[in-house]
């Protein structure tokens, strides 16, 4: 205990401007939602749930932000408040440092991202720690070698959490965790912020936003239609090798077929017999297959304005 603790003590002296401030009056709202509030003090009401106004001139920060939003760094973050990323500079949540994480080296001496080493990325491995990993030096995770507590191994360890050797744990890992299709994926809503569903199911949207929401994965399911039939399509010409090309009507198909998949045309493009030739004025083919002389051609067409 200081000094001045005991001399003059304040735990129990209190102000009525600091009964104004924790209230929030005076506080004049934002005139437009999702403005910047840097430089603004945090929301005492949002930490409580007890905030819902759009244009409160104080900042609501989710407890669920771990990561400084490299947007807001530069000033270029539009998002606001409903950004999953903080919007304040603290240097223990800095993002990783693209150029360290990629090259294993970063030049800028003055580098403000975080230099994570990439040993500390890798967990442990859950079977070497039990006793043994099939998977020996090959293995993804890492093994370190520990010292067992014989105490513990006996029965009891009167250091418990604080004993310096290992302590093991005999129950089986879970292999379903380390596969990446049996992993629980967590929604969270982009409107609310709570986890669950999805912003084109939050009731708390309006119904023209939330309209907006359901017509975009229409689109690219339409879009990934397009692209499965037509990477079928050629999966179906490369699955039968040994399919005679030497008969003309196939040929023509598979050139055809080749210059729709090649140009990016479909079914709503002119076939190549409707195709005219600009050099010979033929039908059948086009400019840049012909194998004739353009010439002539162009000298009759000359002729014909005259």
Not at 9 to 38: R, T, W
Request: charged letters at 20%; one cysteine or more.
């Amino acid at each position: 205990m200081l000094m001045q603790d005991i001399i003059a003590p304040v735990q129990n002296i209190h102000f009525d401007l600091d009964e104004i401030v924790c209230s929030q009056q005076g506080a004049l709202p934002l005139p437009f939602p999702n403005m910047d509030k840097a430089n603004v003090g945090v929301c005492e009401f949002f930490l409580r749930s007890n905030c819902s106004n759009q244009r409160c001139p104080f900042r609501h920060i989710h407890g669920d932000k771990t990561v400084v939003c490299k947007h807001w760094l530069r000033g270029l973050c539009k998002k606001g408040d409903d950004c999953e990323f903080l919007h304040e500079y603290d240097m223990a949540k800095m993002p990783e440092c693209y150029f360290f994480s990629k090259f294993g080296q970063c030049m800028n001496k003055e580098c403000a991202f975080l230099h994570l080493d990439p040993e500390s990325k890798i967990r442990d491995c859950p079977w070497y720690d039990r006793g043994f990993c099939r998977h020996g030096p090959n293995c993804k995770n890492r093994h370190t070698r520990k010292v067992l507590c014989q105490n513990y191994l006996c029965g009891f360890c009167p250091e418990g959490p604080r004993c310096t050797l290992s302590h093991p744990t005999f129950d089986l890992p879970n292999s379903n965790e380390y596969t990446p299709a049996q992993r629980k994926v967590v929604f969270v809503c982009d409107f609310c912020h709570e986890t669950g569903h999805k912003a084109s199911s939050c009731f708390k949207l309006p119904m023209e936003e939330r309209q907006k929401y359901l017509n975009m994965p229409s689109n690219n399911n339409t879009q990934s239609q397009q692209y499965n039939s037509r990477s079928n399509y050629g999966q179906n010409q490369n699955s039968n090798p040994n399919q005679d090309v030497g008969l003309p009507q196939q040929s023509g198909n598979l050139h055809l077929a080749d210059e729709q998949h090649s140009t990016g045309m479909g079914l709503s493009q002119p076939f190549q017999h409707d195709v005219t030739c600009f050099k010979c004025g033929e039908r059948g083919h086009y400019a840049n297959k012909c194998t004739r002389s353009h010439v002539p051609y162009i000298r009759n067409q000359n002729i014909q304005r005259r």
